[in-house]
C-alpha cells in the first residue's frame, strides 16, 4: 500500500519530511557508523520523497519499494494485511535494508493496543509477536507485546521476519527528534533514553538488538529547511 501525505505541518511527520529531502546527511552520517558501511557504499533513500508525493510505504507495496523479496516465510503468512506503515525506507549500495519509524515527543511511543477485531488476523499478529520476544529472548508476556507498545513491538516482528526467517540485512532506526518545542518534545538524547528504558522493561528486552538503531537528530538543525522541494 502507498499513501501519500502533505506537507507535515508540525510534529514527526513535519521534520521527517525536511530530514530526508534536505538534511540526509544529518541521519546518513551515523547510519553510516552504525551499520559500518565502507566508503562509496551510498545510502539511497527510496520514501518519504517529496518528488513521489512524500509518500509512505506498508506492506508489500513497501518490501518492492526496498527492492525486497522473502525467499523463506512470506509476509503473508507471517502479519494481517494494513502492517506497518514506515516513515521513510532506504536500502545501500551493499544491499542493506533500512525502514525507519519517527517520534517527535515522548508520547508517541505508547500506541495502544493493536486494532485488530478479526480472529484470524489477531492469532497471526500473536504469533508473530510471540516468535519475535522469544527470538530476542524476551521476558515480557505476548500480552504485554500487544499493548501499550504495539507500534514498536510490531516493528521488532517485521525486522525479525525480514532479517532472522528470511536472512535479508535489515535494519530499523528508530529517529528520535530533539527540541521540538511545539510538541513539548525532549531536549537531549538523556530523556529519549529514559523513556526508552521504561519501554524496554516493559517488553522484557534484556539488551541492545542486532539490527535496530537509536538516531537522534536535533530539529534547530531542520528549521531552516525548505517547505517545499
Known sequence: MRATKRQGQRGSLKWVQRLINHHAELINDPLRAALRLADGDAIAWVSLLASDGYAEYRDGAALERLGVTLPNW?????????????????????????????????????????????????????????????????????????????????????LHLLRDLNGIDAHVVFLYFLNDSEMDGPQSMREWEAALVVLHAALGIPGRLDGVHDVFVDVAKLVEAPLSA
Open 74 to 158: 512470506k509476509l503473508k503468512d507471517f502479519w494481517p494485511a494494513r502492517g506497518p506503515q514506515w516513515d521513510a525506507l532506504a536500502r545501500t549500495r551493499s544491499g542493506k535494508t533500512i525502514l525507519v519509524e519517527a517520534k517527535a515527543h515522548v508520547r508517541e511511543l505508547i500506541s495502544g493496543a493493536s486494532a485488530a477485531t478479526d480472529p484470524v488476523a489477531r492469532g497471526k499478529i500473536e504469533a508473530a509477536l510471540t516468535a519475535t520476544r522469544q527470538h530476542l529472548g524476551a521476558g515480557a508476556s505476548t500480552d504485554r507485546w500487544m499493548s501499550p507498545f504495539y507500534q514498536y513491538a510490531n516493528r521488532l516482528a517485521h
